[in-house]
């Protein structure tokens, strides 16, 4: 059974074989900040077309939720989110140990034991 570290480690491996193959098929340049422009445009891009997806047209009659349009729409945006992650020399490792410092930062603020205030539950009652 693969780990979900794996999985993201896998998902990093592909991507990085991905844009390499697509810079050099589509003779592509740009230092890392043009990179990561790119890359935020891209997933603003999918955002949008993430948020038609979920009715947030208040202005128009609903449609039924499309599960599949909206998982290929988070994909999306994970396949540019971990190309950017790539461009900035980060890996699977660096990102999953940020996620998890971050998670616990996170739990902290709404604890109220974080030094940032605004955060903490008990301080909105």
Same mark, same amino acid.
């Given at each position: 059974?693969?780990?979900?570290?794996?999985?993201?480690?896998?998902? =990093?491996?592909?991507?990085?074989?991905?844009?390499?193959?697509?810079?050099?098929?589509?003779?592509?340049?740009?230092?890392?900040?043009?990179?990561?422009?790119?890359?935020?445009?891209?997933?603003? $891009?999918?955002?949008?077309?993430?948020?038609?997806?979920?009715?947030?047209?208040?202005?128009?009659?609903?449609?039924?939720? !499309?599960? $599949?349009?909206?998982?290929?729409?988070?994909?999306?945006?994970?396949? =540019?989110?971990?190309?950017?992650?790539?461009?900035?020399? =980060?890996?699977?490792?660096?990102?999953?140990?940020?996620?998890?410092?971050? !998670?616990?930062? !996170?739990?902290?603020?709404?604890?109220?034991? $974080?030094?940032?205030?605004?955060? $903490?539950?008990?301080?909105?009652?």
């Amino acid at each position: 059974m693969t780990s979900t570290k794996d999985k993201l480690e896998h998902i =990093f491996a592909l991507q990085k074989a991905f844009d390499e193959e697509l810079v050099k098929q589509r003779q592509l340049d740009g230092d890392m900040e043009t990179w990561i422009q790119r890359e935020i445009l891209a997933i603003i $891009s999918e955002l949008a077309e993430l948020l038609d997806e979920v009715n947030f047209k208040w202005w128009k009659n609903p449609q039924p939720l !499309n599960m $599949s349009a909206i998982e290929e729409e988070l994909v999306d945006i994970l396949h =540019f989110y971990v190309g950017m992650c790539l461009k900035a020399g =980060f890996d699977a490792d660096a990102i999953y140990q940020a996620y998890l410092d971050k !998670n616990k930062e !996170n739990i902290r603020r709404q604890a109220g034991l $974080s030094e940032k205030d605004g955060y $903490s539950i008990a301080e909105k009652r």
